[in-house]
């Protein structure tokens, strides 16, 4: 979906807009350019100015809102330290997580645990660390809940369109309507209280329509549970607040004048919040990688990098436009692009990069962030990104 279907743009905006994410791209490539040097393995490179500038911006475009940084998009503790600074609050999804957030000193019950699907010992590790606050899309999660933390406050998770959103997430998770008719049954039977409603729309998410439909769709719920005698005190619109790879996407300030109306018809008893990942740490990090080889396979060219499916860059199997950029100038080719390994899903697709390019030339990917070294690991011995923070 592109932005020129829920945002009216005229050519001229267009470009304006298609430069400005250029303009941003070299900046990014700049300050992760020195790190070329002593290099041996992959690097992503983050800025703390821009992990902060992204921070302010989302919560000045949604005053209203609540600001829960989702954890598993780069659990690095400076950067925690960085937004808890920033005052913002924090979502998480493991054991893992939670004692990140134990180490940082976070107010606990401030924490929210909205994985869906969590195992008994660690809804028992979340309630003995504090956290007052779980998410459930199921009947079964709210009787596991209801064995380990009887006072829990619980917020469900309902199924909405993640159509436009680069990484959906729907199917796997959220309610459908049969499946909120049971959640409230069992949780009336086991004395459960349902205090909250959320939604994901999708990560990357290019659809403004999606957090509109949300909104709409948790309001009705809150009247439901209302008549079942639960008393609704908030609102949480989840992730999926996307990042500028091509000028077509909204920005936060657009997708904020529809969201801030839409929550002038949620009552103000109701706390809202949301769950930004990707939004908040994803431009602020450039990676820098390394050609390994290239081949040519028949009529095919092969790009091999230092790093791939593995090294943080699954995400380049899907339909992100992830820049691109090689050190080295000189016309474009188009190359099918490997990561180091030896196993064959470690392959990313076809993009461009000079025609020209070799083995031990520089590649910049810009806007990477977030669910870079996160989803990292090192496979066949191959190092996993490693991260330098810069001012
Ligand atoms: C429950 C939940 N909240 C928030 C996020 C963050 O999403 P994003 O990084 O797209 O903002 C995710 C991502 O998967 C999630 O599962």
Redesign the pocket.
């Known amino acids: 979906m592109s932005l020129a279907t829920v945002v009216k743009l005229t050519n001229d905006d267009k470009t304006q807009r298609r430069l400005m994410v250029e303009e941003d791209s070299r900046q990014q490539i700049a300050f992760s350019a020195p790190h070329t040097e002593d290099y041996s393995q992959p690097v992503l490179v983050m800025s703390r100015q821009r992990l902060r500038d992204n921070a302010r911006r989302f919560m000045a475009a949604m005053p209203r809102v609540r600001a829960h940084f989702?954890v598993?998009?780069n659990a690095d503790a400076e950067i925690l330290q960085i937004f808890k600074e920033e005052g913002t609050c924090f979502?998480v999804?493991s054991i893992a997580e939670i004692d990140a957030m134990v180490e940082l000193g976070a107010n606990m019950e401030t924490v929210f645990y909205?994985?869906p699907i969590k195992s008994p010992v660690s809804i028992a590790h979340a309630a003995k660390s504090g956290l007052l606050w779980y998410?459930v899309d199921t009947p079964e999660e709210v009787a596991k809940i209801a064995a380990i933390k009887p006072d829990a406050k619980l917020y469900l998770r309902i199924e909405v369109s993640n159509e436009g959103s680069s990484?959906p997430?729907a199917g796997k998770f959220g309610a459908t309507p049969n499946g909120v008719e049971a959640i409230i049954e069992a949780a009336k039977v086991l004395d459960m209280k349902i205090c909250g409603v959320t939604f994901?729309v999708g990560?990357?998410?290019c659809n403004i329509d999606n957090w509109v439909a949300g909104i709409g769709a948790a309001k009705k719920l809150f009247a439901k549970l209302s008549s079942h005698g639960f008393v609704p005190e908030l609102l949480n619109m989840?992730?999926?607040?996307p990042l500028q790879f091509t000028g077509e996407e909204p920005t936060i300030e657009e997708i904020a004048v529809r969201i801030n109306q839409e929550l002038e018809s949620i009552p103000e008893n109701i706390q809202v919040m949301a769950?930004?990942?990707?939004?908040f740490v994803g431009s602020a990090g450039c990676l820098v990688s390394q050609v390994v080889g290239t081949a040519t396979r028949d009529d095919v060219r092969w790009v091999y990098l230092d790093t791939g499916v593995y090294g943080g860059l699954m995400e380049l199997t899907l339909d992100f436009p992830v820049i691109i950029v090689s050190e080295r100038t000189g016309e474009p080719g188009l190359w099918t692009m490997a990561g180091p390994t030896c196993d064959s899903i470690d392959v990313m697709g076809r993009h461009k990069l000079p025609a020209n390019t070799e083995a031990e030339d520089f590649i910049y990917m810009p806007n990477l962030g977030?669910?870079c070294t996160t989803c990292a690991c090192d496979f066949n011995g191959f190092p996993p990104p490693v991260m330098r923070m810069i001012d």
């Open positions: 989702a598993k998009a979502e999804a909205s994985n998410c990484w997430l994901h990560s990357q998410c989840g992730g999926g607040y769950e930004p990942g990707r939004y977030a669910y």
